[in-house]
């Protein structure tokens, strides 16, 4: 990289604009240049009408002054009382560390108008950095770069641009700084989610009619004794040997989150919904609203209770399989209806509910394809063990194997008939036999790629029905969402209160998260929220050292000129780039005399 300037006449008068440029060679052997920094003006020997000045911030005065620069080679005019020259030949660049995605978090912050509603909650009091600002750099480190709150305070503070984008020093990333700001944090959450209620509205145009609500579960690592929540239930994350806890979410089918609960890990799924439509009605009123449920959370004494309530409450949920019998003759007196190339409904009405069966030969093939390669890894299995040996198998050891093999199998093994010995009775082929149940098999491939949907008040057209349930999608790549890209998972505190401030944070990030997102759609729909990060983070700041002539230093922080992918996005959001950083003046750094074996800094 090289110092270039360029000279320009305009209005008759001569402007020199300085800037960092780099080589960069070509595969046909060309060199092309790009500009790195853009510096601006420093002014030549030029009549005061036009001479440039800049504010700085002196270090040590801590006052804000107007400073005209000058190159070295140009001198100073006598009326001229505050200008400084610069040794542009000892220009350096110093600390590279990430912009652009810092500040595009920090701009959906201040869209969503969190600084203003925190701010309300959070008093200073005696803190040496405001907490409102400590809880936004917990909430923007979790978006742009998930990890620990230590490795935070240790590392990625200082390698990116949160202290200018803050206007905090290094305090506000302080160690226990950032666990005390979590400790005041959940008592507002529920205020939170009637403001972020209120912000897509008004951003968006959100009108909150239909509700999806789901559950998932997050694990911790360890024993958890100050954790009352950390159960062991069913594991979502394939994680029975962990302790849990399960979360409940209601959000909306455009992927705007209302609220969530934490609750102990042991919770059943059937448990959680009448409490959460109650605080629902509460927060929110008891508005016509359509709750859209997997099926197992509703009870068939809840969904009775959700049509005799006042107002009665509507809903759309799956139904077990089981409950097929009970409607054959119906389903096959209503025709089938096709609303898309792979999915046909049809409908019917009983006491006052709304069943829609739904066939989709994509949902077909994927499930006989499970259960085919279950299958034949289980008849794979069966084979090997049934195969002669030397030493035969005795009865407990098949026992064993078996019941390993029907874990694996899962609902497959319901499909072979296994005959094993009788007690005391020898390990052979007579006696040890095994033969797939196909009658059965067919039967459950007829059924493979069908379910069964159950709505109240929800609408009478069956396409639609099937679209709002399908739009259940959506919370679920919220959970992928929250879990990996976000890192909800594993939990790294081990204090309930802390637990539920971590699952806070990452919430407000997932809500930076939906609203980048919401705004992509409209104009660049093809880009995702963690893919304009990413881009974005090409954007560093670095601090630009010019060497003054009286022995100080000047510091200018300066973020690297946008490439054309950069200018696209911020093109595509509608947003742009703020000014530059201001610059300040620092002391001169001399050294310690000779034989002191140390050097210190004093100031000029």
């Known amino acids: 990289m090289f110092l270039r300037h360029n000279v320009r006449k305009k209005d008759g008068k001569l402007h020199r604009y300085w800037s960092i440029v780099e080589n960069r060679r070509l595969r046909t052997g060309h060199v092309t240049q790009r500009t790195v920094l853009y510096l601006g003006e420093i002014n030549d020997t030029q009549q005061t009408a036009w001479r440039k000045s800049l504010a700085v911030l002196n270090e040590d005065t801590q006052a ?81 770069k998930p990890g620990s709150k230590w490795h935070l305070h240790r590392r990625w503070f200082l390698s990116s641009a949160m202290d200018q984008l803050l206007d905090e020093d290094f305090a506000v990333a302080a160690k226990n700084r950032l666990y005390e700001c979590l400790d005041r944090i959940e008592a507002h959450r529920r205020e939170l989610f009637t403001h972020l209620q209120a912000r897509w509205r008004d951003l968006f145009g959100v009108t909150y009619d239909l509700l999806l609500y789901d559950l998932t ?20 994350d394939k994680r029975p040997d962990c302790l849990q806890v399960v979360i409940a979410v209601v959000q909306t089918p455009e992927g705007f989150p209302l609220a969530y609960e934490v609750m102990p890990g042991n919770t059943s799924d059937k448990t959680t919904l009448k409490t959460f439509l109650q605080q629902i009605q509460t927060q929110y009123g008891k508005a016509q609203r359509i709750g859209i449920m997997d099926r197992g959370i509703p009870t068939e004494a809840t969904l009775k209770e959700m049509r005799e309530s006042d107002p009665p409450v509507s809903y759309l949920v799956g139904t077990p399989r089981a409950r097929w019998q009970e409607f054959e003759k ?64 005795k009865r407990d050891t098949l026992l064993l194997k078996l ?33 797939l149940r196909k009658e059965q098999l067919a039967a459950a491939e007829l059924r493979d790629g069908h379910y069964l949907l159950r709505g109240y008040r929800a609408g009478d057209q069956a396409g639609t029905l099937w679209e709002r349930y399908m739009q259940l999608t959506e919370i679920e790549a919220a959970f992928k969402n929250l879990k990996s890209d976000l890192q909800l998972r594993p939990f790294r505190h081990h204090l309930e209160a802390r637990i539920e401030a971590h699952i806070l944070v990452c919430f407000l990030a997932y809500c930076l998260s939906v609203t980048l997102r919401k705004r992509l759609a409209a104009h660049a729909p093809g880009l995702t929220s963690r893919a304009v990060l990413e881009t974005l983070s090409g954007l560093l700041m670095l601090d630009v050292h010019l060497p003054l002539v009286d022995g100080r230093e000047l510091v200018l922080p300066r973020y690297t000129q946008p490439e054309p992918e950069h200018r696209l996005v911020l093109e595509k959001l509608g947003w742009e780039l703020p000014p530059q950083p201001p610059p300040r003046i620092r002391a001169a750094q001399v050294k310690a005399p000779a034989g002191n074996g140390q050097e210190r800094s004093s100031k000029m």
């Open 64 to 144: 804000t002054e107007q400073i005209c620069l000058f190159p070295e080679d140009r001198e100073i005019p006598a009326e001229v009382l505050n200008g400084l020259q610069v040794r542009l030949s000892e220009l350096s660049l110093q600390r590279p560390r990430v912009f652009g995605d810092c500040w595009l978090a920090c701009r959906l912050w201040d869209e969503l108008q969190l600084g203003e509603f925190w701010r309300e909650r959070l008093p200073d009091g005696k803190a040496e950095v405001p907490w409102v600002k400590v809880l936004e750099l917990l909430t923007v480190r979790q978006l742009v």
């Open 403 to 435: 019941g390993a093999a029907r874990k694996e199998a899962g609902r497959a093994w319901a499909f072979v008939k296994v005959t094993v010995p009788k007690a005391r009775q020898p390990v052979r082929r007579d006696t040890f036999q095994f033969q």
């Open 217 to 236: 579960s997050s694990y911790f690592e360890g024993a958890m004794a100050q954790a009352p929540k950390a159960r062991r239930g069913y594991s979502r």
């Open 330 to 393: 119906e389903l096959a007196a209503v025709a089938w209806q096709k609303i898309r190339d792979t999915v046909e409904v049809k409908l019917f009405t009983r006491d006052g509910e709304v069943y829609v069966l739904a066939k989709s030969e994509g949902r077909r093939a994927k499930e006989v394809a499970m259960r085919r390669r279950k299958l034949a890894r289980l008849l794979w299995t069966l084979r090997a063990v049934r195969r002669p040996r030397e030493r035969p198998w």
